[in-house]
T-cell receptor, first 113, second 115 residues
Framework: EPEVTQTPSHQVTQMGQEVILRCVPISNHLYFYWYRQILGQKVEFLVSFYNNEISEKSEIFDDQFSVERPDGSNFTLKIRSTKLEDSAMYFC???????????FGPGTRLTVL | DQQVKQNSPSLSVQEGRISILNCDYTNSMFDYFLWYKKYPAEGPTFLISISSIKDKNEDGRFTVFLNKSAKHLSLHIVPSQPGDSAVYFCAASASPRNAGNMLTFGGGTRLMVKP
């Protein structure tokens, strides 16, 4: 069964460093998302991406964040200068487009020291 | 921001009995609702969904009920099995035809099914 994959599973970085989280969505899906879950808190929407551009973003998704679909299969989330409060599980999701049943990857645990 | 709320952080049921997980929402623009199941160290797994034009949707052991006037939905699992033990998230979306819309999640309910 097709699935969303994410790498790395765990990323440790120093505050102020740039990180890139990678996702490979399901191949025939058209819509892509990033969510995050800070430990003990809700899953929160960050950004949605369709047709090579951002379609929606939350207040969390400030200028430090960017997304890209560089090669038609990967979907990346970049954090330019990480802060301690960026420590969270980051989930990528994709959607085929007919309904709103988004399929999630296993997540990347980002730890900012 | 508490647009989607799951008031019970945990629920414990006996194997074979019914599990009922509840979810309330405040945003009347929501018209598509989903339940996800999550195991530790894994991403949320889609379980079942319901559109606001329906009041019930059933898939095997899982049934979701929607009460629009009360802005309340529930997930029934019957019979409950030990493998159902996980965290269950309710999520909502506005205008599913615009599939770019975000999901708004509740805080989750940890279900423990005892053998």
């Amino acid at each position: 069964e097709p699935e969303v994959t994410q790498t790395p599973s765990h990323q440790v970085t120093q505050m102020g460093q740039e990180v890139i989280l990678r996702c490979v969505p399901i191949s025939n899906h058209l819509y892509f998302y990033w969510y995050r879950q800070i430990l003990g808190q809700k899953v929160e929407f960050l950004v949605s991406f369709y047709n090579n551009e951002i379609s929606e973003k939350s207040e969390i998704f400030d200028d430090q964040f960017s997304v890209e679909r560089p090669d038609g299969s990967n979907f990346t989330l970049k954090i330019r200068s990480t802060k301690l409060e960026d420590s969270a599980m980051y989930f990528c999701a994709s959607l085929r487009g007919q309904y709103n049943e988004q399929f999630f990857g296993p997540g990347t645990r980002l730890t900012v020291l | 921001d508490q647009q989607v709320k799951q008031n019970s952080p945990s629920l414990s049921v006996q194997e074979g009995r019914i599990s009922i997980l509840n979810c309330d929402y405040t945003n009347s623009m929501f018209d598509y609702f989903l339940w996800y199941k999550k195991y530790p160290a894994e991403g949320p797994t889609f379980l079942i969904s319901i559109s606001s034009i329906k009041d019930k949707n059933e898939d095997g052991r899982f049934t979701v009920f929607l009460n629009k006037s009360a802005k309340h939905l529930s997930l029934h699992i019957v019979p409950s099995q030990p493998g159902d033990s996980a965290v269950y998230f309710c999520a909502a979306s506005a205008s599913p035809r615009n599939a770019g819309n975000m999901l708004t999640f509740g805080g989750g309910t940890r279900l423990m099914v005892k053998p």
